[in-house]
């Protein structure tokens, strides 16, 4: 084909060709700035897109897993406080259990004991009862107690998997150190109440059960905290492999729009010279 032809201009297609080349790559370029982004749709790279949104789907399941273990270690803040204030009280109450199961113990000063049992026995209620967290409760199951009472099964992965948190029976633990205000204020009664606070007694029994008790819900925050800070650091070690998948290298991407930048204005001095070349034709006509 002929150089000197008006009606194919060789030289105006080869520029124009690397124009719209070059011009492909700085949108692409400025894709990535604005983005941030080298991977920022299914059109710049499908396989990394689709692993990338894999990745996000399992840091968003994580996060909500975070969530429902932070409302369980409410609840078990909440129980292990009401556990607490349950278990010191008995050890106050085991000692004027001691008081009331000595027969020489009589009259005003026996009623006194007989009263501050009971004033005692009503705060181990109300610690019961109150012992509730966004309308739920591990140990209040008597009458009054605020938040439905049942065992917790709470999501602890991005896998759905749960982790159990038990309860304790107040009711029955209410049940069982209740004293009749007739039996101690008899004397005879006094062999009946020191009883109670022998080896193997319904007192100490139940002492010994809130300490039980204590420790599993002791073990299950530390197991919460421990997951959470696990489910944490996965989210964090996640994002940074996203990260190295998906973000742009921003430097290197600065310094490739300068490049096509002046790429772009030489293509087009080129094209406009290649343009200008038949020109010349008509200077042999003259």
Do not use: H
Not at 112 to 136: E, F, P, R
Not at 209 to 227: D, K
Not at 256 to 275: D, K, P, V
């Amino acid at each position: 084909m002929s150089l000197n032809s008006v009606n194919t201009n060789m030289g105006a297609m080869v520029a124009l060709q690397s124009l719209e080349s070059t011009a492909s790559e700085l949108s692409a370029t400025q894709k990535q700035i604005s983005t941030g982004y080298r991977v920022a749709d299914s059109t710049d790279d499908g396989a990394a897109y689709a692993i990338a949104q894999g990745i996000r789907s399992t840091v968003g399941a994580l996060t909500s897993a975070n969530q429902q273990l932070g409302n369980a270690t409410g609840l078990m803040s909440t129980t292990q406080t009401g556990l607490n204030s349950v278990s010191n009280m008995m050890s106050s109450m085991r000692d004027t259990l001691i008081k009331l199961g000595d027969s020489s113990v009589q009259g005003a000063q026996r009623a006194d004991y007989a009263q501050t049992y009971g004033t005692q026995l009503k705060a181990v209620q109300s610690a019961i009862q109150d012992a509730s967290y966004n309308g739920k409760t591990l140990i209040g199951d008597i009458t009054g107690s605020s938040g439905s009472f049942g065992r917790v099964a709470v999501v602890r992965n991005e896998n759905a998997a749960s982790y159990g948190v038990a309860t304790f029976s107040g009711s029955a633990l209410y049940s069982a150190i209740s004293i009749t205000s007739t039996l101690m204020a008899s004397t005879t009664g006094a062999a009946s109440i020191a009883a109670l606070i022998t080896a193997g007694g319904t007192f100490l029994t139940q002492q010994q059960s809130v300490g039980t008790a204590l420790n599993a819900i002791g073990s299950s925050i530390n197991f919460v905290n421990n997951q959470t800070t696990y489910n944490n650091n996965k989210i964090n070690s996640l994002n940074s492999g996203l990260g190295s998948l998906i973000d742009a290298d921003l430097a290197k991407e600065s310094a490739q729009l300068t490049a096509l930048q002046i790429r772009q204005q030489l293509g087009t001095q080129a094209l406009s010279m290649a343009n200008q070349a038949p020109q010349t034709l008509l200077s042999l006509f003259k």
